[in-house]
């Protein structure tokens, strides 16, 4: 049984940044695809980054280009989300997800993971 674990998140102010981590155990994920989404109270959850775990393929929501990097440690089986810049409208839970493989064009749909963390509190304010 696949368990995902979430750390890191927590209070920051504008302007500031918060690595997120992630966790993985249970199988060998060694074709997975390792994403994360994040969702506001009252709206739909919403695809933030994604990763292959063995390869160097990613893709990002365009709300996090350019502010946020998504990377894997393969020998602790962890993915990380590197937010910087952060703004008010990233405040969010953010939930960490595994899905089974890479499929072109789809990693940011929720029906391509299979598993998910229980997710963290990432609030930005002054």
């Known amino acids: 049984q696949v368990h995902l674990a979430e750390s890191g998140g927590g209070l920051v102010q504008p302007g500031g940044s918060l690595r997120l981590s992630c966790a993985a155990s249970?199988?060998?994920?060694?074709?997975?695809?390792l994403g994360w989404f994040r969702q506001v109270p009252g709206k739909n959850r919403e695809f933030v980054a994604t990763t292959r775990f063995n390869g160097a393929s990613t893709f990002y929501a365009d709300s996090a280009k350019d502010r946020f990097s998504i990377s894997r440690d393969r020998a602790k089986n962890m993915v990380h989300l590197q937010m910087n810049r952060l703004t008010p409208e990233d405040t969010a839970v953010y939930y960490c997800?595994?899905?089974?493989?890479?499929?072109?064009?789809?990693?940011?749909?929720?029906?391509?993971?299979?598993?998910w963390g229980q997710g963290i509190q990432v609030t930005v304010s002054s």
């Open positions: 997800a595994v899905g089974a493989r890479w499929v072109a064009g789809r990693m940011s749909l929720e029906s391509e993971y299979d598993d």
């Open positions: 249970g199988r060998s994920f060694g074709n997975s695809v």
